[in-house]
């Protein structure tokens, strides 16, 4: 078993956390906030030991086309929600490394694009918008165009604690090359001495996992669910034609954009894998998929598999499998056995059974999800038009 010990959580032991914060979009008018916007604290005095080991960033080959000037700021962005109300300041950073990035700059006349080395200095830190055991997420805004983002702050000591270099490297590498509307976007990133930060999309409507919570029974309805899960098989199928397998489908690793869009994050367990098969376990044990069960390799249809765990949960409110221990939950997927509640339709008891399946390859496939009647005939989106052409 991976390091990461701590994912293969039973669903029951996840806190449940009251109805996520919506930033209201009155805070984002083109013209720049005033001070009290973006709340700061006074300078933080860090009596830790600093780590003395630099994390070099990745190589990242941006097309400079991708770098777009910005007219008028874009108020419709993305993040993680939380009612905590802390900040982070860092008026004297240290030295920092930077990749570049494409959030828009603004030009004047016929001046030419350049790539961005970003600093802590070129942002305006906000509120808390989540905590995690690595680091946590605020709520920040570029000065100068004062486009709006979601900053990831990751502490380097404990990151290498948990020896998870190479877990962090591999989300920065795959995330900051993906785009799809229903992935969130990773900017750009840059680190010093203690801290890497990466610069995300922000997601106004927030985790997937706390709306569910907020449901009547703690479920979403048909449509609801369809709809989620035709824009969450759009966004696999754009990563396993780049080879990009996910691993780690859950809800609290789905947000919500502006318009209640679904959006795929946490690219921290996925992996970009070529031609070979997989041997590593990860991802959260309600999720696991018999292959890693049994101990033995796998390949891009373990999301399959994760994405009938995730229409399961949408509809009844919790994973089929989850049991009071670990080895029933083991044991139950090893058998696929799973009950069915009778307020669920035909429809969606089909797609589940043709999802849920313990062969590999004769799971249905991304384009069949995509096609699948109960799909068609409930989700209120229709597919990208990549997403429209049949492999």
Known sequence: MMKGKENLSQSQQKHQSGKTDI?????????????????????????????????????????????R????????????????????????????????????????????EKKKQWAITDFDIGRALGKGKFGNVYLAR???????VAMKVLFKAQILKADIEHQVRREIEIQTHLRHPNILRMYGYFHDDTRVYLIL???????????????????????RTATYISQLADALKYCH?????????????????????????????????????????????DYLPPEM??????????????????????????????????????HRIKKVKYTIPDHMSSG??????KLLVVAPEKRLSLDGILDHQWIVSNRTTQPTPESMKRS
């Open 348 to 353: 969606a008891r089909d797609l589940i059974a």
């Open 201 to 223: 999309e922000f997601a106004p409507k927030g985790e997937v996992f706390k709306e569910l919570n907020a449901q009547p029974n703690k479920r979403f309805d048909e449509v």
């Open 293 to 330: 069960v049994n101990g033995q390799t796998h390949d891009h249809t373990v999301d399959l598999w994760g994405v009938g765990i995730l229409t399961y949960e949408f509809l009844v409110g919790q994973p089929p499998f989850l049991a009071k221990t670990y080895d029933e939950t083991y």
């Open 142 to 148: 570029e000065k100068q165009s004062k486009f709006i």
């Open 241 to 285: 034609a780049r080879k990009v397998i996910h691993r780690d489908i859950k809800p609290e690793n789905l947000l919500l954009g502006v318009n209640g869009e679904l959006k795929m994050a946490d690219f921290g367990w996925s992996v970009h894998a070529p031609s070979s098969r997989r041997e590593t376990v990860c991802g959260t044990l």
């Open 23 to 67: 930033l209201k979009e009155s805070k984002f008018q083109s013209t720049a906030p005033s001070s009290k916007s973006i709340a700061k604290k006074p300078e933080e005095t860090n009596t830790a030991n600093k780590s003395q080991e630099l994390m070099p960033p990745p190589k990242l080959p941006l097309n400079s086309t991708e770098v």
């Open 69 to 112: 000037a910005l007219k008028k700021p874009d108020h419709t962005h993305h993040s993680q929600n939380s009612h905590n109300k802390d900040t982070v300041t860092d008026s004297k950073p240290k030295k920092q490394e930077s990749s570049t990035s494409s959030i828009p700059q603004s030009k004047t006349g016929n001046q030419k």
